[in-house]
């Protein structure tokens, strides 16, 4: 167990937040945005959104009776490979970590082996990975069985993994992390009025819901063992705590209004940024950028492009990311962003080491 002042957290990605590999990279960002604040990281990783369909889809056409260890086999491909595509991203982005599968941390469950309850790990494996890294990937949904065989959690059973493993390894917090800011009643997406969000819910209200948010199994196991665990969006500031009670509603979803961007500067450097900005719209809007030369491309782009970056700097943008580098023109964006009452941001060392007191 870990030391009583370390801070640890379990992340669970699910499919409806990563909709692709690409939404992988938002998943580095969360992750990294608690590694920096201090905090151990197991992140917990569903199959891309429609992978395990498509697995199931392909199961069937092959062999319509296969056995269920076979299927359980086949469909929790889609799990191990977003824990190693995550594991690659992470190792892209600079961030140490060690991907971990069932078989590695003896993660055993029992039962229905596409129905089963997770019953034990070997929690050395996951305390030897943190202490050298901090952060450890791990499938969700899939499990081994006394005979070493691949089995499953059930369907959503990635809410499950990462309930059980908060309680076996004494990790300070657990987040679900979905496609809502909360846990509601019912999928506020499926509905004309905004259903009943909670702040905190009791398990009771919890397995009141309609089950397309959380897994009721894993709410099951969390009120067996008195596992507390939270539920939001990426980012997120009010996720709803899920607990023994009481029932809490809030009416208020945790949905900021988006930071608007200007972005000076459509290098290599640039062209990433501008991709993960427009990969979250509900957290930024870009606005505009500049470039010194348009292209064809600049025509499609869902923002626009101009060849003048004091015109992208001066534009009142919440924030300007200043990407030119050099001196002059840098210069002359950054003092125009600042004036406009924008706030800056620029990894251009050699502006700030000449211009620190000036900017």
């Known amino acids: 167990m870990p030391d009583q002042n370390t801070k640890r957290i379990v992340l669970k990605f699910g499919g409806s937040v990563l909709l692709d590999e690409d939404k992988l990279r938002i998943a580095v960002h969360e992750i990294y945005r608690w590694r920096r604040d201090g905090w151990q990281v197991i992140a917990v990783v569903s199959a891309l959104a429609g992978r395990t ?43 140490p970590a060690q991907v971990l599968m069932p078989e590695s941390l003896s993660l055993i469950a029992t039962g229905d082996p596409l129905d089963a309850v997770p019953i034990s790990l070997d929690r ?25 065989e691949t089995i499953t959690l059930g369907r959503g059973g990635s809410d499950l ?34 259903p009943p969000r909670y702040a905190y819910a009791s398990y009771e209200a919890a397995l009141d819901t309609d089950g ?3 897994q009721h199994k894993a709410v099951r196991y969390a009120e067996r063992f008195g596992i507390e ?27 900021p209004s988006p930071i608007t961007v200007a972005l000076c500067g459509l290098g290599a450097v640039g062209e990433g940024v501008a991709e993960l900005l427009c990969q ?63 706030h800056l941001v620029s990894a251009n060392k050699a502006l700030l080491a000449q211009d620190r007191h000036e900017l």
């Open 53 to 95: 369909e498509e697995l199931i889809a392909r199961c069937n056409r092959l062999h319509p009776t296969t056995s269920p260890t076979a299927k359980a086999t086949l469909i929790g491909q889609g799990e191990r490979e977003s824990a190693a595509l995550l594991g690659v991203h992470l190792d892209r982005a600079g961030i």
């Open 212 to 214: 397309s948010i959380i």
């Open 161 to 194: 993994t990462a309930v059980f493993i908060k309680g076996e390894t004494g990790a300070t917090r657990c987040r679900l992390i979905k496609d809502v800011d909360a846990l509601y009643a019912s999928d506020p997406a499926s509905c004309d009025i905004l």
């Open 229 to 255: 665990f939270e539920l939001g969006r990426f980012n997120a500031t009010r996720p709803t705590t899920i607990g023994s009670g009481p029932t809490l509603c809030d009416s208020n979803p945790d949905i």
């Open 124 to 148: 050395n494996i996951i305390e030897k990975a943190l202490a050298s890294n901090g952060l450890v990937v791990i499938p969700g949904f899939v499990a081994i069985n006394q005979s070493g």
């Open 280 to 342: 979250l719209p509900d957290h930024f809007r870009l606005t505009g950028a500049a470039r010194k030369h348009l292209t064809d491309k600049d025509l499609d782009r869902p923002f626009i492009v101009v060849d003048d970056a004091a015109q992208i700097a001066s534009s009142g943008a919440d924030v300007v990311i200043e990407l030119i580098g050099g001196t002059e023109i840098a210069k002359d964006v950054s003092l125009s962003a600042i004036k406009n009452g924008s």
